[in-house]
C-alpha cells in the first residue's frame, strides 16, 4: 500500500482481556518497528523486526506483550491480560533502510483498557 | 540508558515569525537525526535528518542545526504557517544505529 496501516484505530478493551493490533507495513519495507505513545509524552520503542533476523524484543515492558511478523510483512502485536497502564497510542513504523530516511508511521491505535 | 531531552515543552509563536525548537541528546555514539513532526491523531511524520559528519541541513523552510560538542540539536523554521502547529520530536538512533530514540516533545502554537 501506499503507507503503513493500523487496525483498529481505536479499541477499548476491558482490563485482563486480551488485545491484537495489526500493523501493514509499506510493501518492501523489511524494517518494521513497533512504538508506544502514552498521553503527552514521546515514544517508547517496543519491538523491532528486520527482515528474517531474530527481533530485537527489548523494549517490550513484560512478558504480556508479544509481537510476530508473519512472511516479512504484517505484523500483530498482542496484549495478553490487559491493565489501565496499557491505554496508548500503538504506533506501527516501516523503513526501507534502519540507518537513512527514517520511518513512515502508520496512525496509530488508540487502545483504551477500562 | 538512551535520553533524548527537549528545553521547552511548549513553543507560540505568531504566524510569519520564525521558530526554533530545541533537542538536547545523551548518547555520542548517534550519529544520524531526524525531526519529526506529529499532528493530532496522526502518526509522527519525517521532516528532516542529519548525519553527525554535518552541522547544518536545510529544507523547505526547515533548518537543523547539529553541535556535537554539546550534543544539541535545533530546529528552525522560517515563516512559520497555522499549518507548523504540531508536537515536534527529535529522534537519535542511539548507539545500536537498529532503532530511534525519541524525546518528549515540544507542542508548536502558531498564533494567527
Known amino acids: 500500500g501506499a503507507g503503513v496501516s493500523q487496525s483498529p484505530s481505536n479499541k477499548v478493551t476491558e482490563k485482563g482481556k486480551d488485545v491484537e493490533l495489526r500493523c501493514d507495513p509499506i510493501?518492501?519495507?523489511?524494517?518494521l518497528y513497533w512504538y508506544r505513545q502514552s498521553l503527552g509524552q514521546g515514544l517508547e520503542f517496543l519491538i523491532y523486526?528486520?527482515?528474517?533476523?531474530?527481533?530485537?524484543k527489548s523494549g517490550l515492558p513484560s512478558d504480556r506483550f508479544s509481537a510476530e511478523r508473519t512472511g516479512g510483512s504484517v505484523s500483530t502485536l498482542t496484549i495478553q491480560r490487559t491493565q489501565q497502564e496499557d491505554s496508548a497510542v500503538y504506533l506501527c513504523?516501516?523503513?526501507?533502510?534502519?540507518?537513512?530516511?527514517?520511518?513512515?508511521f502508520g496512525s496509530g491505535t488508540r487502545l483504551t483498557v477500562v | 540508558g538512551e535520553s533524548v531531552g527537549l528545553h521547552l515543552p511548549t513553543l507560540s509563536v505568531q504566524e510569519g515569525d520564525n521558530s526554533i525548537i530545541n533537542c538536547a541528546y545523551s548518547?555520542?555514539?548517534?550519529?544520524?537525526f531526524i525531526w519529526y513532526k506529529q499532528e493530532s491523531g496522526k502518526g509522527p511524520q519525517f521532516i528532516i535528518d542529519?548525519?553527525?559528519?554535518?552541522d547544518k541541513r536545510q529544507g523547505q523552510r526547515v533548518t537543523v542545526l547539529l553541535n556535537k560538542t554539546v550534543k544539541h540539536l535545533s530546529l528552525q523554521i522560517a515563516a512559520t504557517q497555522p499549518g507548523d502547529s504540531a508536537v515536534y520530536f527529535c529522534a537519535e538512533n542511539g548507539y545500536t544505529g537498529n532503532q530511534f530514540y525519541f524525546g518528549t516533545g515540544t507542542s508548536l502554537t502558531v498564533i494567527p
Open positions: 523486526f528486520q527482515g528474517n533476523s531474530a527481533p530485537d
Open positions: 542529519i548525519r553527525s559528519n554535518m
Open positions: 513504523a516501516s523503513s526501507l533502510h534502519t540507518n537513512r530516511g527514517g520511518y513512515t
Open positions: 510493501s518492501g519495507h523489511t524494517a
Open positions: 548518547n555520542s555514539a548517534s550519529d544520524y
